[in-house]
C-alpha cells in the first residue's frame, strides 16, 4: 500500500499552487475548474450534480425506510456521479499535461 500512496497526487493542491483560470471565479473546487478547463464537460446531464446532494442521496439510499427500487436507482446515480468526477480528475490531469 504504501507504494501506491506514494503515487496519488492531489490535483487539487497542484492546481492551487501553479494553476489560475478566471473562469475558476476564485474557487479551486472541481465544480469551478472543470468548466473553465474543459467547457464540454459537464454536470448538467446527470440526475446528481453535486456533492451535498450526492451526500443526501445516500442517507437515503441505505435508509431501511426507502424501497428496494429507489435504492437502486440512487446507487445507479450516485455511481454515475462518483464515475464523472474520477473522469473529470483525470480529463483535467491530462489536459493541464498537455499544456506544459
Do not use: W
Not at 22 to 30: I, N, Y
Amino acid at each position: 500500500m504504501p507504494f501506491l500512496l506514494g503515487r496519488i497526487k492531489d490535483l487539487h493542491q497542484i492546481i492551487r499552487r501553479h494553476y489560475y483560470h478566471p473562469g475558476f471565479h476564485g474557487s479551486f473546487s472541481l465544480k469551478s475548474v472543470l468548466p473553465a478547463i474543459l467547457p464540454k464537460m459537464s454536470y448538467a446531464n446527470l440526475e446528481i450534480q453535486e456533492g451535498q446532494l450526492a451526500s443526501l442521496e445516500y442517507l437515503k439510499m441505505i435508509d431501511p425506510a426507502t424501497p428496494t427500487e429507489e435504492k437502486e436507482k440512487i446507487k445507479r446515480d450516485l455511481l454515475t456521479y462518483c464515475g464523472h468526477d474520477t473522469l473529470a480528475m483525470l480529463k483535467i490531469r491530462e489536459e493541464l499535461i498537455s499544456r506544459s
